[in-house]
């Protein structure tokens, strides 16, 4: 018969093991979350903290998976031109702060918008990813 401190450690562990597959659950709905319903969509111009985070995780998941760049520390701002933002996906209209970024590579340069809190988000994520791999940063500071 096993002794009842023995069961109280394997029950905090299986609790532990449940809080971070939770945690790691809880992240992949965020991030997918505008896959399944495009209202749920990461907008560029709400203060919603829960949304917000959900935004920098999703911007440092396509980092992390190479379908974002690293966002460049040189922009240009104006008004919005109906541009599609690199970030939420959604229109920059033109009573929106539209950012203008150019990523330069060999042999093409690529040019991508981003809402102004779109942008933020984006640099946030940037600089998360930049101290979590420093190598994958390197030759990207347009």
């Known amino acids: 018969m096993t002794p009842p401190v023995a069961w109280i450690n ?3 562990e299986l609790v532990a ?6 945690r790691e659950t809880r992240a992949l709905i965020a991030l997918n979350r ?3 319903n495009s209202w749920w969509g990461i907008s560029g111009s709400s203060d919603d903290e ?3 985070g959900a935004a920098l995780q999703s911007v440092l998941d396509r980092l992390h998976r190479g379908f974002l760049f690293p966002a460049p520390t040189s922009v240009w701002a104006g008004k919005g031109t109906g541009q599609t933002c690199a970030v939420c996906t959604q229109v920059i209209h033109s009573n929106d702060v ?3 970024v150019l990523i330069k590579g060999y ?3 690529v040019r991508l918008w981003a809402h102004g809190r779109c942008f933020t988000i984006w640099r946030q994520a940037t600089e998360v ?3 979590r791999d420093p190598s994958a940063i390197n030759g ?3």
């Not at 093991?17 to 939770?22: C, G, H, W």
């Open 129 to 131: 990813f930049a101290e």
């Open 140 to 142: 990207n500071s347009s």
């Open 17 to 22: 093991q449940t809080r971070a597959r939770l």
């Open 10 to 12: 394997t029950s905090r």
């Open 107 to 109: 042999p093409v340069t």
């Open 50 to 52: 829960a949304e917000r």
């Open 34 to 36: 505008r896959h399944l």
């Open 98 to 100: 539209e950012n203008e």
